[in-house]
């Protein structure tokens, strides 16, 4: 990336392939729990996806990954400075995709619309963690301790709707998607840290070097650096394939 006033040498602009494959990985577990729901959604297959604990294992272990990783590329983005530009960029992309996915959900599902997913966390996660990005050991300790929280403590209070998005429900809310605050706000903190430890502390060579021809890693890392616009278009593309099966189904 380039920010507005400031050029970066290769060094400083340095992107390290295993992020773009590690989300690249979240980006295919992704596929894999989307496209088992929209088959049950039309009836190729019958699974519970809002009690069975391997679904909601599954889906908890793609979204730890997901924002781990947003806490990491925060910290790797900003590790030279603040880029005004690049940021305000893909922060006006999320808000955007995520009020999209709002209206979408609205329209296909009305009463279980998405209105604090994943892209709306992302978006205030990727404000408030500008907050945490100088420090180390604070993320460490205040990540694990939101997680906590949020995992452990529930009041009613937070079911009224404009509250919500915060998290500590005595119940989860008539949503096709929830990410709340807590605990997940937490993952994101813990994420900055080792974005810190790992890749600004003590860099590890291997790291920094690290290339792999092998046709899978290339796959996972292409999704990887394209994975906002992968994960707005693979829902219509799976949902679009599976309507027109069903019609040659029926």
Sequence with gaps: MKSGSTKLSSATSQRYPIIDVLRGL????????????????????????YHNPFWLNYRTLIVSLFLSLVGVSLSLATRHGFKTRAYFRRLGLLIFFASLVSIVTYIQFSDRMIFFGILHFIALASVLGLVFIRFYWLNLVLGTGLIILGNQVQNAVFNQP????????????????????????????LGIFVGK????????????NWQSQHPLMRTLSFGGKHSLLIYMLHQPVFMGLLYLVSLTTA
């Excluded at 992704?30 to 996806?49: A, I, K, V």
């Excluded at 509250?163 to 005595?170: K, S």
Aim: aromatic share 24%; net charge negative; hydrophobic share 55%.
């Design 26 to 49: 979240a980006i295919l577990m992704m596929f894999s729990y989307h496209f088992s729901f929209d088959l049950t959604y039309f009836g190729f297959m019958q699974q519970d996806f």
């Design 162 to 189: 404009w509250l919500q998005w915060i998290g500590l429900m005595t119940h989860k809310p008539f949503t096709e998607d929830y990410v709340p605050l807590l605990p997940w706000f937490g993952v994101v903190l």
């Design 197 to 208: 430890l790992v890749f600004q502390k003590q860099p590890q060579a291997w790291l920094q």
